[in-house]
């Protein structure tokens, strides 16, 4: 039987949910830290080792409570959902409750402050599909901001406005010529963006049961579409062609003005070349690296500038500098070529990497033999703390213990030994994002 590298080492599922308290803790954790970070990813109880692709595993939500400096409890709990995609992508907390999110037409399902499954949510009936794996939360308002998509629903993309009561307010249908993959949106301070790239829903693939029914087309083309956010209908929507790529994860993006003092958009993206063409189980064909993209809206015309020739993925940024300038980005290191995680594939995250935008520099904490992490979060030490003023937190795992830690950096000095390590009784599959929900 074929191998499916997505189900060996740390990409393979854990079998059990545990729940374990008290937890051991090497160096001290900051007291302003109060809340759980939550962390979602694919666990399949059951998977096709021919056909499984990453994307589509059952979902499993790993969570670690801080309370005034202790690490009060971790568990790990199924997200139980009867969709075709599970929640499987992201976790969020959106007025006072939690939510499992993926994105391609399932709904998102709520889960109890334990993570126990409550049950799908339409956002109290204002909800008309499914959701997305990657909303973006305006810092000001509050709202948050969302691009999905559904196989079903070929030849748009649905973007809502959901305000910080969890009641969606605002849909439009964004008219695209295909059925793409869209797994992200960015939005400025007056618009939002949209991802309009070459990966397709292929009904060949659907019907012969590959696990990830969509594929690359060199025929589709590739381009972002720009929305002003405060207006209304499609009528002032624009796209903007680029060079056909695909885009999971972009990092920020924000309003700016050239140096003729034409109105521009600037967007910071992970840029693949292509994913899902020849391997159909992973996104591992090409390795992403930093791009930055600049929309004129006075000529129409797209400047492309690779950043970085260093591979990365998973980029966040401070959140209240969303759709704002930012200096700072943070990211995982990619690999293609490690093999000492215990799987092949490009999600090998060997250390954890600033990007400053305006030296345009990239400093890097090295996990150390044997050690690799998830995506990093940035926490802000207060609220009226500077941009790189906060911690990193992300899930570590160590091959040597085939267990994972929780590991809280501090960000403004990654060359430093973390300033905690939270001790989990088990080791945290390789997965997706997930987020801090003070409280």
Known sequence: MKSNPYLTGNFGPVTEEVTAFDLQVTGHIPAELNGRYLRNGPNPITADPETYNWLVGDGMVHGVRLQGGQAE???NRWVKSPGSF????????????????VEAGAPPVELGFELDTIGTSDFGGTLSHGYTAHPKVDPVSGELHAASYIWSLPNVIEYTVTGPNGNVIRREEIPVPGSPMVHDISITE??????????????????????????????????????PRQGTGTDQL???????????HAVNAHDAAGANGQQLIVLDVIRYDRVFDQNRLGPDECIPYLWRWTLDLQSGRVTEEQLSDQPIEFPRVDERLVGKKHRYGWATSVYSDSQDSGASGVFDGASIACYDFQTDSLTRHEM???????????????????????????????TGTDRSDLVILDAQDLLAEPLATIHLPQRVPFGFHGNWVAG
């Open 238 to 248: 624009r796209w903007f062609e680029v060079n056909p790529c695909y885009v999971f």
């Open 86 to 101: 599970p929640p499987n992508t992201n976790v969020i907390g959106l007025n006072g409750q939690t939510f499992a999110l």
């Open 73 to 75: 409890w971790y568990r």
């Open 368 to 398: 150390g033999p044997g050690r690799f992490a998830g995506e990093a979060v940035f926490v802000p030490a207060s609220d009226t703390a500077g941009e790189r003023d906060g911690y990193l937190m992300s899930m570590v795992y160590d």
């Open 190 to 227: 007056s618009y939002a963006v949209f991802y309009d790239l070459p990966v397709v829903f292929n009904l060949e693939e659907a019907m012969a049961g590959i696990g990830l029914p969509y594929a690359w087309s060199n025929d589709y083309g590739a381009r972002v579409g720009v929305l």
